[in-house]
């Protein structure tokens, strides 16, 4: 499912219009993103967990000269399923 065919389900389910969907879609998204940016994590009991993780900074091979390469460390996002969503998913 992509981006547009999610707003056409929303729209559906909600009997809202697409236009309508697609904003509340687009405010959700920039929601969960500044708040993970900002270092909160975003909690929806039953769905799950969206969080930033920290990884360490590292060293890595160029697969092609084999030289050491440095990678810095940085802030990646996450999610963790919520069991009532692992529960769906398995059913």
């Known amino acids: ?7 056409a389900a ?3 389910k909600t009997e809202m219009t697409k236009k ?4 509340a879609l687009n405010a959700l998204i920039d929601v969960i993103g500044a708040t993970i940016a900002a270092g909160d994590k975003v909690q929806l ?4 967990t969206f969080e930033a993780k920290k990884r360490p900074a590292r060293v890595a091979r160029n697969p ?3 030289a050491a390469v440095k990678i810095a460390e940085c802030k990646a996002p ?6 009532a969503l ?4 398995n059913k």
């Open 64 to 66: 092609r000269t084999g």
């Open 20 to 23: 309508d969907s697609e904003a």
């Open 78 to 83: 996450a999610f963790k399923a919520g069991k």
């Open 45 to 48: 009991i039953g769905f799950g």
């Open 10 to 12: 929303l729209s559906a």
């Open 1 to 7: 499912m992509n981006k547009g065919e999610l707003v």
């Open 86 to 89: 692992k529960d769906k998913v």
